[in-house]
């Protein structure tokens, strides 16, 4: 559809996968979409949106000074959307400065800190009777005393706010068994700042990656949830504590009531993707994290006729917005290429020989209606340069 340059546009910070999602989220409308990114990601070559290369978000003045600049250009009020932690956490430290010339559909730091920082999410959950796995905070290293004693193994240690945990550590996260692996990851992490922003000790529920769901859902600025989707993961990378690749929506009751509960008590407005896992010994979702912004499968809710990003900008101008919700929805959502790689011998050359399968079991695991996370037949390029960019 072509744009019409007088409607009040879209600017998406980040343009990979979930950037595209939210990209391709406004496809069917004539409202503009400009894509931003540090540099030229495979989202920006989606047909349905223009692009700009901005400032890296670890820069944050400089990334914040061409936003503003950025807006000054435009007639119209921007809807800002933000597709990572490294966008999100900057645009609503500066909020105050951005919202001459942009609307960002997210509540204030003040609403998003308790949920956010794991540091006040499980107290805030215990407080409302929401089940998460027994947790303790790190803020130094002598924090680590005496944990080996006061916790059951095994554990699962990641950060309280994720911005550079990966990127110093080379894991999301990490599954502890004893206490030998505990001492040798404490020395790693004593050799970084990562205790500053906290860092999360917490007993690990066992199960399967299948036992991980995700409800993404759209919060009015009454805390209402007014639209969402739920699923649970099939795949991920690394296997136990990574990034899906591969998920099947399906309605779970149960977690739409504790994600209600939680976003109400906490106020919270704005797309939100939180997860949590089933407990197979008390037959439970306890709360494991929420993120205050889309995630890596968002366009699975758009595959079941459920549009968050379009409810969102639709909501912050002020217009009238129906519930969306699809429970009877069952489909696949995969990134076809990492899927198969990682599936059939992806997993034995990164060390995880386990998690491998074969072809035929492969195919068990997608069974049903499947949607692929990049390709379209009207949009296609951006699925062949994501390619070059996985495997070059």
């Given at each position: 559809m072509k744009k019409n340059n007088s409607l009040n546009p879209v600017v998406v910070l980040g343009a990979g996968i979930n950037g595209l999602g939210i990209i391709r989220s406004f496809e069917k409308t004539p409202i503009p979409v400009i894509a931003m990114s540090w540099y030229k990601d495979y989202g920006m070559s989606s047909r349905f949106c223009t692009y700009e290369i901005c400032p890296n978000p670890l820069q944050e003045e400089l990334l914040i000074d061409f936003l503003v600049e950025y807006g000054e250009k435009s007639e119209q009020k921007i809807i800002l959307f933000a597709t990572s932690d490294l966008f999100l956490m900057p645009v609503i430290k500066y909020k105050e400065r951005l919202t001459e010339k942009f609307i960002i559909p997210v509540c204030d730091w003040s609403k998003l800190s308790p949920l956010i920082e794991k540091e006040f999410l499980y107290s805030f959950a215990d407080k409302h009777d929401i089940p998460s796995p027994k947790t303790i905070i790190v803020k130094n290293i002598a924090d680590f005393d005496g944990i080996a004693d006061k916790m059951m193994f095994p554990l699962i240690i990641k950060p309280s706010v994720n911005i550079t945990f990966s990127q110093q550590l080379g894991e999301k996260a990490f599954i502890i068994s004893d206490k030998k692996s505990l001492e040798e990851l404490i020395k790693k992490i004593a050799a970084t700042d990562l205790c500053k922003d906290g860092i999360v000790v917490q007993e690990y529920i066992p199960g399967e990656v299948t036992d991980l769901y995700t409800i993404t859902s759209y919060a009015n600025k009454n805390s209402e949830i007014i639209?969402?989707?739920?699923?649970?993961?099939?795949?991920?990378?690394?296997?136990?504590?990574?990034?899906?690749?591969?998920?099947?929506?399906?309605?779970?009751?149960?977690?739409?009531?504790?994600?209600?509960?939680?976003?109400?008590?906490?106020?919270?407005?704005?797309?939100?993707?939180?997860?949590?896992?089933?407990?197979?010994?008390?037959?439970?979702?306890?709360?494991?994290?929420?993120?205050?912004?889309?995630?890596?499968?968002?366009?699975?809710?758009?595959?079941?006729?459920?549009?968050?990003?379009?409810?969102?900008?639709?909501?912050?101008?002020?217009?009238?917005?129906?519930?969306?919700?699809?429970?009877?929805?069952?489909?696949?959502?995969?990134?076809?290429?990492?899927?198969?790689?990682?599936?059939?011998?992806?997993?034995?050359?990164?060390?995880?020989?386990?998690?491998?399968?074969?072809?035929?079991?492969?195919?068990?695991?997608?069974?049903g209606k499947k949607v692929e996370a990049t390709f379209k037949w009207n949009d296609f390029i951006p699925f062949f340069k994501g390619l070059l960019l996985k495997f070059r």
């Open positions: 639209g969402y989707s739920i699923g649970h993961k099939i795949r991920q990378y690394p296997p136990q504590t990574g990034t899906i690749v591969s998920g099947k929506i399906e309605h779970v009751e149960e977690i739409y009531t504790n994600a209600d509960k939680l976003i109400k008590a906490g106020g919270f407005y704005g797309i939100s993707n939180i997860e949590f896992k089933r407990d197979a010994r008390d037959n439970s979702y306890k709360l494991m994290e929420i993120n205050p912004r889309t995630g890596v499968w968002n366009s699975s809710a758009l595959a079941c006729g459920v549009n968050l990003p379009l409810m969102a900008y639709r909501d912050a101008l002020g217009e009238k917005v129906e519930k969306e919700f699809n429970k009877e929805a069952k489909l696949v959502w995969l990134i076809l290429p990492l899927d198969f790689y990682y599936a059939l011998w992806g997993y034995k050359i990164k060390g995880y020989p386990e998690a491998s399968i074969s072809f035929r079991q492969w195919l068990r695991s997608l069974k």
